[in-house]
């Protein structure tokens, strides 16, 4: 119950990932990344609870309920259609896959993610979970870090070493399957919470994201960290 100290993550990629200074801070960026990670890591190893299979069933149910409000925002049905018949494809193959479990933040995102020197601290668990697949927490802040790297105001490279950093600093070996069927979702489920209808160019530019993210087909390789 005692108090986080730091300076929100979002505040810093807004002063420091933006268009102007943001391929200046990519080490900065990295190194950030790594402290990010670093907490989860410990967090899911202080809360592991084991493994569960992957369920295609479960995982299309909350897909399609994602995308369903996706069309309210202003994404439009055919390349939602194309996203879900891609990670369709993925998740059928993943069926019955172990994936390991621990608790959950379930909100992982920069607003809630504070850093402070070398350390990093996260607050709001208002949506924790006790138990669910590491890769909703790990999926949800690089979904998000990807959605902000499509944004014109802000670095893309900048990012991409944030994630890279994040990734890093996690560690072990990750499934690039399951991340990517994640990242999907949790993407998805980031432009459901904005609650506004999107304008055309931004639709347009996060519907030929979610269209490279979902590609037909596995990504065979691990990721090793």
């Known amino acids: 119950m005692s108090g986080v100290g730091g300076v929100s993550l979002d505040a810093t990629l807004r002063r420091q990932a933006n268009v102007l200074r943001g391929r200046f801070r990519r080490r900065r960026m990295h190194d950030l990344g790594v402290l990010v990670g670093t907490w989860l890591r410990q967090f899911h190893v202080a809360t592991v609870a084991g493994s569960q299979p992957h369920d295609h069933c479960n995982y299309l149910r909350e897909l399609?309920?994602?995308?369903?409000?996706?069309?309210?925002?202003?994404?439009?049905?055919?390349?939602?259609?194309?996203?879900?018949?891609?990670?369709?494809a993925t998740s059928g193959i993943l069926n019955g896959t172990k994936v390991p479990t621990a608790a959950a933040h379930g909100d992982f995102l920069p607003q809630n993610i504070l850093v402070c020197g070398t350390g990093a601290g996260v607050v709001d668990f208002g949506s924790y979970c006790a138990e669910a697949p590491v890769y909703r927490d790990l999926a949800h802040l690089s979904a998000y870090l990807t959605l902000l790297a499509n944004r014109l105001t802000y670095s893309g490279s900048a990012l991409e070493s944030?994630?890279?950093?994040?990734?890093?600093?996690?560690?072990?070996?990750l499934n690039a399957d399951l991340l990517k069927i994640y990242g999907v979702s949790a993407l998805l489920r980031i432009i459901n919470d904005r609650s506004c209808v999107l304008t055309a160019g931004r639709s347009r530019r996060i519907e030929q994201l979610l269209l490279s993210l979902s590609s037909v087909g596995t990504v065979t390789a691990r990721r090793g960290l």
Request: proline share 0%.
């Open 64 to 88: 399609d309920s994602n995308i369903c409000r996706s069309q309210e925002f202003g994404l439009s049905a055919s390349a939602l259609q194309t996203v879900r018949d891609g990670v369709e």
């Open 162 to 173: 944030l994630e890279r950093g994040f990734l890093t600093g996690y560690g072990g070996t």
